[in-house]
C-alpha cells in the first residue's frame, strides 16, 4: 500500500479509486501559484493576530488555526468549489445523499518547533459509525511546499477500511486501537507535496500534521464536505455574514449550506426575504 500521486490532467475516477483503496490520494500542482499566494496574501494578518498559536495538544502550541474564510479570504472559494474537488466529493459522497456541503474551512500554519500533531479522524465529531459509509472526505491544500522537513501531513494509509467507531488515538495511546488499527499505524506516510497540490483523504483516515523541524512555517487550509444531512462542523451561516455571502456563485453558496436536503434546512432563496 502506498500514497499515490497524480498530475493535474489525471482522471478524477482514478483518484477516487486511489482514495477508496488506500483512503488518501494527491494531486501535483493543482493550482497555480499565483492563487495560492493571493490566498497567502489575504490571510497573512489573520494569522499573524493568532500569535504563536493554540494551546492544546491537539491543536498544538505551535501551530495557528484560522476560520471564517469565507469572510476574510474571498481568493478561497476558488478551493472550496474547485472541479477537481468537486469531481472527488462526488464520485464519494453522492452515494449516500442527495448533496453535500462545507464541514469546515479552516486554513493551519505550523511554526517552526511543533511537534506532531496525535492522530485522529475528521469524522470523529459523529458519534456513530457504519460500515460502508463514509459521512465526508477532506482536502487538503498546501499553501507552501509540504516536505518531511516542515511538517506535511501525516497519514496511516488503509486506516479507513480497518478501524472500529471512533477508535482514534496518538501513536502513544496505541494501545486502544483494535489489532487490524494497529497493523496501519505502521503505514503512516506523510504527504510531501509542492504547494498548489491537494491530498485528498477521507473523513475515516487516521491523519495528523506533523512536526515542523524547519525554522520556516508551512501553511494550507483543508476543506471538508459532508453529507448533506449531517450538521456543518462550522457555521458558515453565522461565521460568514449574509452581504458578503451573497457575492459568492450559486455553488459556493450551496456548499455553504444555503440549500436543502430533502426536506431538512428549509431555505426559501436569498430573494424571498
Not at 135 to 140: D, E, N, V
Not at 229 to 238: D, F, P
Request: aromatic letters at 8%.
Amino acid at each position: 500500500m502506498k500514497l499515490e500521486y497524480f498530475d493535474a490532467d489525471s482522471s478524477s475516477d482514478d483518484i477516487i479509486k486511489a482514495l477508496e483503496k488506500n483512503g488518501a490520494a494527491v494531486v501535483k500542482n493543482q493550482v497555480k501559484s499565483e492563487l495560492v499566494d493571493t490566498i497567502l496574501g489575504e490571510l497573512r494578518e489573520h494569522f499573524d493576530k493568532i500569535g504563536k498559536g493554540s494551546d492544546s495538544g491537539f491543536t498544538g502550541y505551535k501551530t495557528r488555526w484560522v476560520n471564517r474564510l469565507l469572510a476574510i479570504s474571498k481568493s478561497t472559494a476558488n478551493l472550496v468549489d474547485h472541479s477537481r474537488v468537486m469531481e472527488v466529493a462526488d464520485g464519494i459522497l453522492l452515494k449516500h445523499c442527495d448533496n453535500y456541503r462545507l464541514g469546515s474551512l479552516t486554513a493551519i500554519e505550523i511554526l517552526p518547533g511543533e511537534n506532531d500533531q496525535v492522530l485522529h479522524t475528521d469524522d470523529g465529531i459523529y458519534p456513530v459509525r457504519l460500515p460502508g459509509l463514509e459521512f465526508q472526505i477532506s482536502a487538503m491544500w498546501a499553501l507552501d511546499d509540504f516536505t518531511e522537513e516542515n511538517g506535511a501531513t501525516r497519514i496511516v494509509l488503509g486506516s479507513h477500511r480497518n478501524f472500529s467507531a471512533n477508535a482514534y488515538q496518538s501513536d502513544e495511546n496505541i494501545d486502544y486501537f483494535t489489532p487490524d488499527a494497529k497493523e496501519h499505524i505502521n503505514q503512516t506516510v506523510q504527504a510531501v507535496m509542492p504547494k498548489g497540490s491537494v491530498l485528498f483523504y477521507m473523513g475515516s483516515t487516521l491523519h495528523g500534521g506533523g512536526a515542523n523541524k524547519t525554522e520556516k512555517s508551512r501553511a494550507g487550509i483543508i476543506n471538508t464536505y459532508s453529507l448533506g444531512w449531517l450538521r456543518q462542523e462550522e457555521n458558515q451561516y453565522l461565521n460568514v455574514p449574509i452581504n458578503i455571502a451573497k457575492q459568492y456563485s450559486e455553488k459556493v453558496q450551496k456548499l455553504m449550506g444555503y440549500q436543502m436536503h430533502r426536506t431538512l434546512g428549509e431555505f426559501k432563496g436569498f430573494d424571498q426575504e
